[in-house]
């Protein structure tokens, strides 16, 4: 928008100063082209009225004069000048001079003027008579002045007005970047104030400044976000409120189901609590994963540049135990030694990678390996688990971010089917990616890929 105002702005100036230069320019151009071709013919009509006179002191004042001049000619049947200069080629102009007593002006070029102004006048003889000065015309006298003067002069005129212009259309464009700063400051807070709040930060607010239009948008925007961070905060009350009401009974079901467990003998009740047992997990698990998935709906924290690197190695020698005790091998590769920084919520990629890693654990065979790799890419770090199971297939890769939805691994059954759909959101609310693709000689590789901060990481 700036831009827009700036070159606004220097055009109607630049269209100033072209509607007051230009026909002023072009008025001293003619005017410089009059006074020329009057004072040219001024001295030709002198030179042609000594030609005229046909005396000795006449024609030695007509070649003091001729010498003034890059070329004088005179031309006369008869008399006393006829020798001292040189005679003309037959021309048109001549021809009109010498037949029908008119003069002619050349400039030599329909555009401005050429290099030299050809003037042709003709030459009367002196009359004695007082009611006739002119008498029949004896000659021509032709001038061809040089225009290089002129030329240098319309440079001049023309150069110190573009000169004047460019000068005045830098001052313009320095003012009109001050002037449309000052006038899209507000909007550039409530711009600010907008990716704030887009980016989790719910206590961002816009001044109310600017014109009256521009304060009526900041207030509405701020009680806007005054709503929304209400709504959000009685949601993280929810949260914390069914979190501590789900968990508690089932906490105390299972209890109860293993001391009944414990005191029991029949085989097949037994194996009842068991079940039960086993679905008051599952179910501890479902509502473990509404609840992640809850808040991070909610975002309720801003992004920030985090070491992605650090936090991949802290979040594999957590699963490395649990790894160990399937004989999985976990291995870190990629560009990690670069310890890029990412922009990601506090806690967000810890719960991504426990999510991922988990599921790559649950499909992974016994002695198989997980290969964990971290790639920067220009202004995207590409995050990669690799496992060996079974894979997808392309119907359910479409669907694995559905929630509720479980693939068929080799343990995929237990799951709640929210991991990936909890890794979709997170991701999704920090402005990265994720992509389900096929993993080199089988299983599957979960790609996600994040923003780079532009601070490097050390």
């Given at each position: 928008?700036?831009?827009?105002?700036?070159?606004?702005?220097?055009l109607?100036?630049?269209?100033?100063?072209?509607?007051?230069?230009?026909?002023?320019?072009?008025?001293l151009?003619?005017q410089?082209?009059?006074?020329?071709?009057?004072?040219?013919l001024?001295?030709?009509d002198?030179?042609?009225?000594l030609?005229g006179?046909d005396?000795?002191?006449?024609?030695?004042?007509?070649?003091d004069?001729?010498?003034?001049y890059?070329d004088?000619?005179?031309?006369?049947?008869t008399?006393?000048?006829s020798?001292?200069?040189?005679?003309?080629a037959?021309?048109?102009?001549?021809?009109?001079?010498l037949?029908?007593g008119?003069p002619?002006v050349?400039?030599?070029?329909?555009?401005?003027?050429?290099d030299?102004?050809?003037?042709?006048?003709?030459?009367h003889?002196?009359?004695?008579?007082?009611?006739?000065?002119?008498?029949?015309?004896?000659?021509?006298?032709?001038v061809?002045y040089a225009?290089g003067e002129?030329?240098?002069?319309?440079?001049?005129?023309w150069g110190?007005?573009a000169?004047?212009?460019?000068?005045?259309?830098?001052?313009?464009a320095?003012?009109?970047?001050?002037?449309?700063r000052?006038?899209t400051r507000p909007?550039?807070?409530?711009?600010?104030?907008?990716?704030?709040?887009g980016?989790?930060?719910?206590?961002?607010?816009?001044?109310?400044?600017?014109?009256?239009?521009?304060?009526?948008?900041?207030?509405?925007?701020?009680?806007?976000?005054?709503?929304?961070?209400?709504?959000?905060a009685?949601q993280?009350?929810?949260?914390a409120d069914a979190?501590?009401?789900?968990r508690?009974?089932?906490?105390?079901?299972?209890l109860?189901l293993?001391?009944?467990?414990?005191?029991v003998?029949?085989?097949?009740?037994?194996?009842d609590?068991?079940?039960?047992?086993?679905?008051v997990?599952?179910?501890?698990r479902?509502?473990n994963?509404?609840?992640v998935?809850?808040?991070a709906e909610?975002?309720?924290?801003a992004a920030e540049p985090l070491?992605l690197?650090d936090?991949?190695?802290?979040?594999?020698?957590?699963?490395?135990?649990?790894?160990?005790?399937?004989?999985?091998?976990?291995?870190?590769?990629?560009?990690?030694?670069g310890?890029?920084?990412?922009l990601?919520?506090?806690?967000?990629?810890?719960q991504?990678?426990?999510?991922?890693?988990?599921?790559?654990?649950e499909?992974?065979?016994?002695?198989g390996?997980i290969t964990?790799?971290?790639?920067?890419r220009?202004?995207?770090?590409?995050?990669?688990?690799?496992?060996?199971?079974?894979?997808?297939?392309?119907?359910e890769?479409?669907r694995?971010?559905?929630r509720?939805?479980r693939?068929?691994?080799l343990?995929g059954?237990?799951g709640s089917?929210?991991g990936?759909?909890v890794?979709?959101?997170l991701?999704?609310?920090?402005?990265?990616?994720?992509?389900l693709?096929?993993?080199?000689?089988?299983?599957?590789?979960?790609?996600?890929?994040l923003?780079a901060?532009?601070?490097s990481?050390?």
């Amino acid at each position: 928008m700036i831009r827009q105002l700036v070159r606004s702005y220097v055009l109607l100036v630049a269209v100033a100063i072209a509607l007051f230069t230009v026909p002023v320019a072009f008025t001293l151009t003619a005017q410089l082209r009059d006074d020329t071709r009057t004072a040219v013919l001024r001295e030709a009509d002198a030179m042609a009225l000594l030609l005229g006179n046909d005396r000795a002191a006449s024609c030695r004042a007509l070649e003091d004069m001729a010498r003034a001049y890059e070329d004088v000619i005179e031309v006369t049947p008869t008399g006393h000048c006829s020798p001292a200069l040189p005679a003309p080629a037959r021309d048109a102009a001549l021809a009109k001079a010498l037949r029908h007593g008119e003069p002619t002006v050349d400039w030599g070029s329909d555009f401005i003027w050429g290099d030299h102004l050809v003037v042709t006048v003709p030459a009367h003889r002196h009359a004695t008579g007082a009611d006739d000065a002119r008498g029949p015309v004896v000659g021509a006298v032709r001038v061809r002045y040089a225009t290089g003067e002129m030329t240098s002069r319309l440079w001049q005129i023309w150069g110190f007005r573009a000169v004047l212009a460019v000068l005045v259309l830098g001052v313009a464009a320095l003012l009109g970047v001050l002037v449309a700063r000052r006038l899209t400051r507000p909007l550039r807070q409530l711009n600010d104030m907008a990716s704030r709040f887009g980016d989790g930060d719910l206590t961002a607010r816009s001044p109310v400044t600017g014109p009256p239009e521009t304060q009526t948008l900041a207030r509405t925007l701020n009680q806007g976000a005054e709503r929304l961070g209400t709504l959000i905060a009685a949601q993280r009350i929810f949260v914390a409120d069914a979190s501590h009401q789900l968990r508690t009974p089932l906490t105390a079901l299972r209890l109860s189901l293993d001391n009944i467990a414990d005191g029991v003998d029949d085989e097949f009740v037994r194996e009842d609590v068991e079940q039960a047992t086993a679905e008051v997990v599952r179910m501890s698990r479902l509502v473990n994963g509404l609840l992640v998935l809850a808040r991070a709906e909610a975002k309720v924290s801003a992004a920030e540049p985090l070491p992605l690197t650090d936090i991949v190695r802290e979040r594999l020698a957590v699963w490395r135990p649990a790894a160990d005790e399937r004989g999985v091998t976990i291995t870190l590769g990629g560009s990690a030694d670069g310890r890029p920084l990412v922009l990601a919520s506090p806690g967000h990629l810890d719960q991504v990678l426990d999510n991922v890693l988990s599921n790559a654990l649950e499909v992974s065979p016994d002695g198989g390996t997980i290969t964990v790799r971290v790639e920067p890419r220009g202004d995207k770090v590409d995050l990669s688990v690799l496992d060996e199971g079974p894979g997808m297939s392309d119907a359910e890769k479409s669907r694995a971010f559905d929630r509720f939805w479980r693939g068929q691994g080799l343990t995929g059954k237990s799951g709640s089917g929210l991991g990936l759909a909890v890794v979709k959101q997170l991701v999704t609310d920090d402005g990265g990616t994720v992509a389900l693709t096929d993993a080199p000689g089988g299983g599957l590789c979960v790609t996600i890929s994040l923003r780079a901060s532009s601070r490097s990481g050390g």
